[in-house]
Structure formats: C-alpha cells, structure tokens
C-alpha cells in the first residue's frame, strides 16, 4: 500500500492523502488569504472524507470537474456540511482568489454521494472501508481501509475525552498502520468542567458590568458546543451566522450528537439572528453574549460585531477554538489587534482565550496510540509533527512524520 501526503503535514490543514494512486482520503484546504491547497490534483476511483471541517473537505467539489464523477462516502451530517462549507466558501471568495471550483461542481457532490452509518463496512475503490465514530464533532469518523493484506487506519481529527456534543472516540479496531493526527501533541487540556466554569464565570460577569461578550466559534461542532455550554448554565445568548444552519441540520440527525433533546432544548433557549448589519450592531450595544462565526475572526458576521465592542474594555471576546498562525483571532491573542475586514485594528475590548478543543491532547492521543504500539505509525496534521514523532520513537514506537507530498510505501 502506498500512501502520499498531498497536505496536512507539518500543518493544520489541507488534509488529503491518496492511497495507491486510487483511494482519496480527505480533500481539504488551508485557511488563509488566499487560502492555500493540496500540493497535487489527484484522478481518484473514490472518496472517502472523515468529516465535515473546511481543511478536510474544502477542496472536495475540485474532484468533480470534467468528467470526472469519483464516489464520495462519508456519514450523513459530513455529506450535509460539505454542502454548506463549499457554497460558503463561493460566497465568500468574492474575487480575492480564483475559487477551484464552481457551483456546477457543488452541485455534483449530491450525485455521487454515498453516505454510512458509523461500523458499516463498504467497499469503495476495491478496498473495504470501515468509518468509526472519532468524537471530533457530529459525524466525524476514523476511517479504517483494508485491502486484504494491510489494514490503514487514518484516524482523521479525534477527541478521547466526552464534550456536551459528541462522546469519545472509543473504537480501537485492529489496524497495522496508523496516519495519526497531532493538533494537540505539545499540549495537556485544561479538565473541560473548569473550563466551562471559567468561561462562564467571564460571561457573567462581564454581561453583570454591562459589557457585551463576543463568542466567536467555529460554525461546525463549536458553535453547538457554546449553546449546550450556555444553556446548561442558564446563560441566554445570541446565535449568528452558519452555525444557525448548521444546528438547525444536526437536529435532523440526532443519533450523530450525545444528547440530541440537550441540542434541541438549547437552540429553543437561544435567540438566533435574522436580520442583517443593522440589527446585528442594536444586538451588539446590548448587555449579552453572541456566538457568531467565524471561529479564527476571518469572516462571518463577527466582522460586524467585533469593531462594535472593540473600543470599550468592559466587553470581551472569547476565542473558544484554535487559531491558525496568521489568522486575526490568533494576531488579536499575540498581538492585542487584528486585522478585521481589511483594516488593522487595535482592541480595547478583552481578548480571552478558552480550550474548548474537540481534539485529543498530548495524554490523550498517547492513550489511543498505546493501543496500536506494534504498528507503524505516520503523523500528520499538526505544526510538528516531527517533533511527535520523535517523541513516539523515543518511546519504542515505528513512527515517522512524512514530508509535503511524499509517498510512504507501508
């Protein structure tokens, strides 16, 4: 089995690695401006996508220009979200880069799209795929690909601890090479309920000194996450921009989230936005919260109410996810400004920042991998992954971190 790392290594971002010139795991692309691509255009036979993030699934409408009409298999709710994420990114490209793909090619996806049930053995490109259940976000899957001598498991995006949302990756099936994520690797999460109580503590306390509290959270998986966390503490808020879509979708499919009454019960409580700019600034001069795309403060309607609370130090913004090196939220943390719809603007408001990662830690990604100690293991998907690996070798692992485009034969 050969397999060759298009992107995702040595970043977060742009996942995408084809397995013997016929098997496309994840297409996705690199949050930026401009936003930056799988290193290669690959002619798969199928498709399969862990789920449904931008740098995993992003670039998967590109596929299916020409003639070209691969299968794409995914779970329900990824199928759903790619949907939105690519006429988002059509909407919002609006001339600052070519865009890769077209409308056309969006509408493609529905085509051939091929969804399973988590556990649900198929075969795709004449391997036998099996999707389990990564605790990432609703929908999210390890995905394992057997060709009848090696069993791959790319485990994609995980988590091994529960959140409000989704519950742990739990699924451990027999694997002889793991392409393993690093996001977290240098990092040990904070106990998630002290978390939440900071968290809610500064909301409380902030809306308590009549400040505004500006929750920008990525629209998949945060922006739900942030309405159970505030729900259960009897906060009420605001909801803006496609994680209202995105929460209205997930409610269809229940049986990807933990507690889907939970979800329901807590979209009733909150109050989501219809109108455009005019109201979004009478919200933003009020005394609440407001959880809004985007997460990384690159668009969305934060753009409206972030320069409306930036120049009074009683409001706040609380980042809530993890900011990509150039992004503004990460500038806003480092820098205390940001660049915010084209001008660089200093921000009087409070700047905090909250781990509510839906990835596995340094423990956590050690646990899962003391499962797969006699096979090789490939890392991928974070900012050193080297490093990682080096760290796995130390400890008796067969682990190497492959370089931007390599193909690794295993």
């Not at 795309?293 to 309607?301: A, I």
């Not at 706040?316 to 992004?327: N, R």
């Not at 991928?380 to 130390?394: I, M, Q, S, V």
Request: a negative charge; glycine letters at 10%; one cysteine or more.
């Amino acid at each position: 089995m050969k397999l060759q790392f298009l992107g995702g290594v040595g970043e977060v971002g742009r996942s995408a690695i084809l397995v013997d010139d016929s098997l496309l795991l994840d297409y996705g692309m690199l949050t930026g401006n401009p936003p930056q691509f799988p290193v290669s255009s690959p002619d798969p036979d199928a498709v399969v996508v862990s789920h449904g993030h931008l740098d995993h699934v992003g670039m998967v409408p590109a596929l299916l220009s020409g003639d070209r009409r691969p299968p794409i298999h995914w779970t329900p709710p990824t199928a759903e979200l790619a949907g939105t994420l690519a006429r988002d990114t059509l909407k919002l490209q609006g001339g600052r880069y070519d865009c890769p793909f077209t409308e056309t090619h969006v509408r493609r996806m529905t085509q051939v799209s091929e969804p399973h049930g988590y556990g649900e053995a198929f075969e795709a490109a004449g391997y036998e795929v099996t999707l389990y259940d990564a605790g990432h976000i609703p929908g999210s899957a390890h995905v394992l690909v057997d060709d009848g001598e090696t069993r791959l498991l790319y485990t994609a995006d995980f988590h091994t601890d529960d959140q409000r949302i989704v519950g742990a990756s739990t699924d451990r099936p027999d694997a002889d090479v793991v392409v393993c994520e690093s996001t977290y690797a240098d990092v040990e999460h904070e106990d998630r309920a002290a978390v939440e109580e900071r968290f809610v503590e500064s909301v409380r306390g902030t809306i308590w000194e009549g400040g505004t509290v500006v929750v920008p959270a990525f629209a998949i998986g945060r922006t739900q996450e942030m309405l159970l966390v505030l729900d259960a503490h009897d906060v009420e808020c605001y909801v803006d921009g496609m994680g209202k879509g995105v929460t209205k979708m997930l409610l269809r499919h229940p049986e990807f989230v933990r507690d889907g009454e939970a979800l329901r019960r807590a979209k009733s409580h909150a109050r989501f936005v219809t109108g455009r700019n005019g109201q979004r600034r009478r919200i933003a001069s009020q005394n609440t919260a407001i959880v809004t795309t985007s997460g990384m403060l690159s668009g969305g309607p934060a753009m409206t109410y972030v320069p409306e609370i930036s120049g009074d130090p009683t409001n706040k913004i609380t980042l809530t996810g993890y900011q990509v090196e150039g992004t503004p939220g990460r500038d806003l943390i480092e820098r205390g400004r940001a660049e915010i719809d084209g001008r660089t603007m200093p921000v009087a408001a409070r700047a905090e920042m909250y781990d509510f990662s839906a990835h596995a830690d340094r423990e956590g990604l050690r646990a899962f991998l003391r499962e797969y100690e006699g096979a090789e293991v490939l890392v991928n998907h974070g900012d050193d992954c080297a490093g990682f690996a080096e760290t796995l070798r130390a400890d008796g692992f067969d682990a190497r971190a492959p370089e931007l485009g390599e193909t690794v034969e295993v």
